[in-house]
């Protein structure tokens, strides 16, 4: 069953992340349930696709979901997320040893946004392990190894977000 492991430290920054920016939704909605996300869900479609498409192809359908609306991918096992959707751009969870080679390629926690709304600093909002994701196979390889490091079951205590909570 799809869940988000609210009680996971890693997931506390994103989640409140997400939750700020979310409209009158459930806190989680399994991709089967939700009402046009390649449109409807804050994010351009070719990001949804990119993100579902092919950071999640081989990933367990229950990985697509939308958490406060916004297009995620979440570790099934753990609950964690591993990726979210922010408009024209995702982010992206790495592990602490792929941040100095993802910045190379321009994935970092910063991004200037067009017009006057400013900059994002994922360190603040999400943590130190998130940065903007890249659109080549590099990003695929990073997003793959976070998944598998947070193939853990969680605490048996864990505080978990399921589809059917919320409004």
Known sequence: MLFIDASHPANRLPLRALEAS???VRPVTPLADAVDPYYEAGCHPDIVAWMWERLAK????EARCLVYGTPC???PTSGVIIAAG??????????????????????????????????TDLRVEYGDDWVFGSF??????WCRA???????????DAERI?????P
């Open 22 to 24: 979310a409209r009158d």
């Open 58 to 61: 081989k990933f367990p359908a």
């Open 73 to 75: 991918l979440v570790q």
């Open 86 to 119: 922010m408009g024209t751009s995702y982010v992206l969870r790495l592990l602490p040893e792929s941040l100095p080679h993802a910045a190379t390629f321009g994935c970092t926690p910063l991004h200037t946004w067009g017009g006057s709304v400013g900059t």
């Open 136 to 141: 080549g196979t590099e990003s695929i390889e």
């Open 146 to 156: 976070t998944f598998h490091h947070f193939n853990r079951l969680p605490a048996d």
């Open 162 to 166: 399921t589809a059917g909570a919320g």
